[in-house]
T-cell receptor, first 113, second 112 residues
């Protein structure tokens, strides 16, 4: 299965600022997925990132708040913009398929103060 | 929207005890996956069940997929502290099969 390197692993940010999270995969993949995990909660899909096209966002998530880049088949970034304390969560990237399962990065624990 | 409800939400047991975690939905899923997440890490895939009625074993963990493919269970025999973590079931979205819907999660703590 793929190996994902995600960074930063954690950060504490001031409200109103932005943070960019990076995910690097050790193999080429068509789709990369970005999730949010609020404290003590399960995972919620933010968006699906395809190389060469705009990301597809889930209901409740918008591009202005969570812009995503996908410059090639092994890399993606998620930016959390104009942060507020409500954005404090763990953000995870993932690759995989329904047949073989999904691999996740180790997550970025974001605290907004 | 497909929902996956897990029960119980929290479970604190002693080493050596047995336990069962349930994952239920009103929707039919083509398959279900189980993940375990430890603090500071992303979820790790434990198993995928595909066929209604299927039973899979992974050492002390037994996974079952309901006959109607609307529910699944995870049974752990003789729990160990290393089993501690957040257990998540997940199934592919019917609209876009590459997307996963995650269950509400079961947090397990196993103490000595």
């Amino acid at each position: 299965s793929a190996v994902i390197s995600q960074k930063p692993s954690r950060d504490i940010c001031q409200r109103g600022t932005s943070l960019t999270i990076q995910c690097q995969v050790d193999s080429q993949v068509t789709m990369m997925f970005w999730y949010r995990q609020q404290p003590g909660q399960s995972l919620t899909l933010i968006a699906t990132a395809n190389q060469g096209s705009e990301a597809t966002y889930e209901s409740g998530f918008v591009i202005d708040k969570f812009p995503i880049s996908r410059p090639n088949l092994t890399f993606s970034t998620l930016t959390v913009s104009n942060m507020s304390p409500e954005d404090s969560s763990i953000y995870l990237c993932s690759v995989g398929s329904r047949y073989y399962g999904y691999t996740f990065g180790s997550g970025t624990r974001l605290t907004v103060v | 929207t497909q929902l996956l409800e897990q029960s119980p939400q929290f479970l604190s047991i002693q080493e050596g005890e047995n336990l069962t975690v349930y994952c239920n939905s009103s929707s039919v899923f083509s398959s279900l996956q189980w993940y375990r997440q430890e603090p500071g890490e992303g979820p790790v895939l434990l198993v995928t069940v595909v066929t209604g009625g299927e039973v899979k074993k992974l050492k002390r963990l037994t996974f079952q997929f309901g006959d109607a493919r609307k529910d699944s269970s995870l049974h752990i025999t003789a729990a160990q502290p290393g089993d501690t973590g957040l257990y998540l079931c997940a199934g592919p979205d019917t609209g876009t099969a590459s997307k996963l819907t995650f269950g509400t999660g079961t947090r397990l703590q196993v103490t000595l």
